[in-house]
């Protein structure tokens, strides 16, 4: 476990280590819980296919393609909750395949028209 206090500071690192130079590293969807074997029931998203769902949420440069650095305040879940658990999806892309993931960015629902 890793012990801070509210509002603190987080940042993270994933690195990918691979052979293959031509590879790099995407942040996609990240959940935080109160349980670290469940990710459905109580959840908290801190950013959801590239998009930032968490105000504090900020994606920081890499130092290299094969790294993705991320960073947020911390926080608890309401009631008898003592701790929180993070699970974040990446995506590993081919370096400078712009129709891959990686190079998407934020990727938005549109909303369909409803009719009557």
Known sequence: PY????????????S???????????VDTC????NSSDFRTVVYELTKRGCASDDT??????PSPEVARFGFN???????FPSVFLRCQL????L??????????CMKRFKRNADS
Not at 3 to 14: G, N, R
Not at 17 to 25: R, V
Not at 57 to 62: D, E, K, M, N, S
Not at 96 to 105: E, H, I, L
Request: with cysteine; glycine share 4%; aromatic share 16%.
């Open 3 to 14: 012990y801070v206090d509210m509002d603190q500071s987080l940042f993270l690192q994933a």
């Open 16 to 26: 990918l280590h691979s052979s293959d130079q031509n590879l790099t590293l995407f």
């Open 31 to 34: 959940v935080a819980s109160p």
């Open 57 to 62: 949420y900020t994606l920081f440069p890499p």
């Open 74 to 80: 911390a926080f608890s879940f309401v009631g008898r």
């Open 91 to 94: 995506a590993v892309c081919r």
């Open 96 to 105: 400078n395949d712009y129709s891959s993931r990686c190079y998407q960015g």
